[in-house]
C-alpha cells in the first residue's frame, strides 16, 4: 500500500521535477552531457563532465567556467536496489581524448580515475553515507573520501549527490602492492588482494567462491566471497587458489579450538586493528547490511605484513536506524549478535567468523578499549554533534532545490522507518538516533573502573530485553570466573536452558525455547546474589 501512495505522488509531483532550476549554489557543480545517448548499467558510455567550483565559501554559478574539471568520462549506472529509484546512481571513470583511463583531483581528492555519484534518494537526511566515512576515515587505515555537490545532467537538476572515491587498489586509496598476471610464485603471490561479500548484481562479474563452513549451525544460506581485485577478467588460477587458501586456512582456525591461540588462532591471519575498527563503524551505525553485504577485506603482501584487514567501509544508506525492517531502527542491539536472530530467512546472513571473534575475551576486552579511546577523539559526542550540524548546515540550500526536484518528505521511501515532514525533522531524528546510539554502545562496550563507584560495581548488561531467542549477557568485570549463573521464574523456580554458552564475562543463553513471562537471572559474585529481570517474549 505505501509503494502504491509513493507511486501515485510521483506522478502527481512529476511536473515539479522539470521545474526546478540551478542558478547558483554553494556546493560545487557537477554537469553532464551524453550527448543524446541513455546511461546503462553496463558497458560505459562516454560523455563529457564538468565541474565548476570556485572555492571554499564562494558561491558557484551555473554559468561559471568549469574549471575544476573538463573532459571526458566513461559513465554508467551503479549499484543493485538503488537502480530502481528515480534518481539514479552512477559510476564514471576519467577519460583522455583517446578513451583512455586519466588520473585526475577531483575536488581536493588524490588523483585517480575511478569515481562514483551516490544519489542518497532513500536516505532523506542525504548524510548517512557521507557520516559514515567521515567517522571511518578519522580512524580507519582508509576509508572513501566524499565531496557534497549538485548535479545537472543533461541540462536537467539532478539535485544533491556525494562525490566519492571508488573502492580500489591505489597508494591514495587501498595501499597494497599492485598485482600482474606474471605474480604466481614467491611473495608477489601473497599480495594484494580485495574480496568482497556482497550481492553479484553489479558485482563486475561476481567470480568467486563458496565458504566451506556455515554461516550458523543449520543455515541453508551458505557465504560467497567475490574478487574484487584483481579484478574477475584478470585474476589468474594461481592467484585464486593462494588467496581462497589463504582465507580457508583462516577460516579453520577461527572454527578450531585454538581460534584464541596468538600463534595458531585467527591473530595469525588477520589484523585485529582493523577487525576492531571494521567493527565498531558497523556497529556505530548499526548498518544491516554489515558483515554480509558491501563487505570488504584485503590481504597485505607477505613482505609488508601479510595479515587481512577489514575494510574499507562501504554503503551506510541504510544505516542509523533507515530501515523497517529486520533490525528496524532501535538504536539498541548489535548487528553482529542480532542480525541473523531477527532476519533468519534472508539470502545473506552474518558469517560465523563475527561472532567466534567475541567469544575470544581478550579480543572482546581490546575492542571495549578502542571503543572508549575513540569515544574521547574522533566518535565524542561533540565531535559528532558537530558533523551532523555541519553538513545540515552546508546542504540548507541544496537540500530545497534536491526534494523540490526530488519530492519524498513526508513519503515512505523503501525501507524508511521514520518519515520526517521535512528536512529539519529528518536531521533530528537522526541526531538523536546517534545520541541513543552512542549512549548504549557506552553501556556494553564500557569497562570497569579500579574506583569503588557502588552504582557500577555490580551491573550486568543484557540484551535484548525483551528478548525473543538469544540472550547475550555482560557481566561486571569483578565478577570471578566461576561464579554461579541461573535463571529463574517469578516463583523463584529455577528454569532449565538448552545452551549456555560463557566465554569470560560474555554469556550467550538459548531461551527459545522457554515459555514468554517475567524471569530474574541471578549471578553470584563471590560475596552476595545479583538479581537481573528478564522478559521473555
Known amino acids: 500500500m505505501r509503494l502504491t501512495i509513493f507511486c501515485l505522488l510521483l506522478i502527481i509531483h512529476g511536473e515539479a521535477y522539470l521545474q526546478t532550476n540551478l542558478t547558483t549554489s554553494n556546493l560545487p557543480i557537477v554537469i553532464i552531457n551524453t550527448n543524446g545517448q541513455g546511461i546503462l548499467d553496463e558497458p560505459k558510455i562516454t560523455a563529457d563532465m564538468g565541474i565548476i567550483y570556485n572555492g571554499p565559501g564562494k558561491e558557484n554559478k551555473i554559468t561559471d567556467v568549469q574549471n575544476e574539471y573538463k573532459g571526458k568520462i566513461g559513465i554508467?549506472?551503479?549499484?543493485?536496489?538503488?537502480?530502481g529509484f528515480p534518481k539514479k546512481p552512477y559510476g564514471f571513470e576519467t577519460r583522455d581524448n583517446t578513451g583512455n583511463d586519466?588520473?585526475?583531483?577531483?575536488?581536493?581528492?588524490?588523483?585517480?580515475?575511478?569515481?562514483?555519484?551516490?544519489a542518497t534518494y532513500n536516505d532523506k537526511s542525504l548524510m548517512r553515507d557521507g557520516l559514515?566515512?567521515?567517522?571511518?576515515?578519522?580512524?580507519?587505515?582508509?576509508?572513501?573520501?566524499?565531496?557534497?555537490?549538485?548535479?545537472?545532467?543533461?541540462?536537467?537538476?539532478q539535485g544533491?549527490?556525494?562525490?566519492?572515491?571508488?573502492?580500489?587498489?591505489?597508494?591514495?586509496?587501498?595501499?597494497?602492492?599492485?598485482?600482474?598476471?606474471?605474480?604466481?610464485?614467491?611473495?608477489?603471490?601473497?599480495?594484494?588482494?580485495?574480496?568482497?561479500?556482497?550481492?553479484t548484481t553489479g558485482s563486475g562479474g561476481g567470480q568467486g567462491w563458496t565458504s566451506s563452513f556455515a554461516p550458523y549451525p543449520g543455515a541453508w544460506q551458505t557465504t560467497y566471497f567475490q574478487y574484487e581485485y584483481p579484478k574477475s577478467v584478470d585474476i589468474v588460477d594461481q592467484q585464486k587458489t593462494y588467496i581462497r587458501g589463504y582465507v580457508e586456512e583462516m577460516e579453520k582456525s577461527l572454527a578450531g579450538t585454538d581460534f584464541r591461540d596468538?600463534?595458531?588462532g585467527f591473530r595469525k591471519y588477520i589484523d585485529t586493528t582493523a577487525l576492531m575498527d571494521y567493527i565498531i563503524i558497523n556497529e556505530l551505525t548499526k548498518n544491516p547490511d554489515a558483515y554480509r553485504l558491501s563487505t570488504f577485506f584485503y590481504k597485505e603482501r607477505d613482505s609488508d605484513g601479510g595479515k587481512i584487514k577489514f575494510g574499507p567501509a562501504w554503503d551506510y544508506n541504510l544505516g542509523f536506524g533507515n530501515v523497517d525492517y529486520c533490525t528496524k531502527g532501535d538504536p539498541e542491539g548489535l548487528v553482529l549478535y542480532n542480525f541473523n536472530q531477527v532476519c533468519l530467512n534472508d539470502n545473506w546472513v552474518v558469517h560465523f567468523w563475527w561472532k567466534r571473534f567475541l567469544e575470544d575475551a581478550t579480543f572482546y576486552s581490546s575492542l571495549?578499549?578502542?571503543?572508549?579511546?575513540?569515544?574521547?577523539?574522533?566518535?565524542?559526542?561533540?565531535?559528532?554533534?558537530?558533523?551532523?550540524?555541519?553538513?545540515?548546515?552546508?546542504?540548507?540550500?541544496?537540500?530545497?532545490?534536491?526534494?523540490?526536484?526530488?519530492?519524498?518528505?513526508?513519503?515512505?521511501?523503501?525501507?524508511?522507518?521514520y518519515v520526517g515532514a521535512s528536512y529539519t525533522q529528518e536531521?533530528?531524528?537522526?541526531?538523536?538516533?546517534?545520541?541513543?546510539?552512542?549512549?548504549?554502545?557506552?553501556?556494553?562496550?564500557?569497562?570497569?573502573?579500579?574506583?569503588?563507584d557502588p552504582e557500577k560495581k555490580n551491573e550486568i548488561f543484557a540484551h535484548p530485553n525483551p528478548v525473543k531467542n538469544t540472550l547475550f549477557i555482560t557481566l561486571?568485570?569483578?565478577?570471578?570466573?566461576?561464579?554461579?549463573?541461573?535463571?529463574?521464574?517469578?516463583?523463584?523456580?529455577?528454569?532449565?536452558?538448552?545452551?549456555?554458552?560463557?566465554?569470560?564475562?560474555?554469556?550467550?543463553?538459548?531461551?527459545?525455547?522457554?515459555?514468554?513471562?517475567?524471569?530474574?537471572?541471578?549471578?553470584?559474585d563471590g560475596k552476595e546474589m545479583i538479581p537481573f529481570k528478564i522478559v521473555k517474549q
Not at 132 to 157: K, Q, T, W
Request: contains cysteine; aromatic residues 12%; positive net charge.
Open 102 to 118: 586519466l588520473n585526475v583531483s577531483l575536488l581536493g581528492m588524490p588523483k585517480e580515475s575511478d569515481w562514483t555519484l551516490n
Open 476 to 524: 561486571p568485570e569483578l565478577v570471578p570466573d566461576n561464579s554461579d549463573i541461573f535463571l529463574t521464574n517469578i516463583a523463584g523456580r529455577p528454569v532449565q536452558i538448552s545452551t549456555f554458552t560463557r566465554v569470560g564475562r560474555n554469556i550467550e543463553m538459548d531461551l527459545s525455547q522457554v515459555v514468554p513471562g517475567f524471569y530474574i537471572l541471578f549471578v553470584r
Open 262 to 264: 596468538p600463534d595458531k
Open 160 to 199: 544533491v549527490y556525494m562525490l566519492i572515491e571508488k573502492i580500489k587498489r591505489d597508494k591514495n586509496r587501498v595501499d597494497i602492492a599492485k598485482m600482474g598476471t606474471t605474480d604466481i610464485s614467491g611473495d608477489p603471490l601473497t599480495g594484494g588482494y580485495i574480496i568482497k561479500l556482497d550481492k
Open 76 to 83: 554508467e549506472l551503479r549499484g543493485s536496489t538503488s537502480q
Open 368 to 417: 571495549k578499549q578502542r571503543w572508549n579511546t575513540l569515544r574521547k577523539n574522533q566518535l565524542s559526542d561533540n565531535r559528532v554533534n558537530f558533523m551532523v550540524d555541519s553538513i545540515s548546515t552546508m546542504l540548507n540550500g541544496a537540500q530545497t532545490r534536491n526534494f523540490n526536484k526530488w519530492p519524498v518528505l513526508g513519503i515512505y521511501v523503501w525501507p524508511n522507518y
Open 132 to 157: 559514515a566515512y567521515m567517522f571511518a576515515g578519522s580512524f580507519m587505515e582508509y576509508a572513501p573520501r566524499v565531496r557534497y555537490c549538485e548535479l545537472v545532467l543533461n541540462d536537467n537538476y
Open 427 to 452: 536531521v533530528s531524528w537522526l541526531s538523536k538516533w546517534l545520541k541513543d546510539r552512542l549512549a548504549y554502545l557506552d553501556r556494553i562496550w564500557s569497562i570497569a573502573s579500579g574506583g569503588s
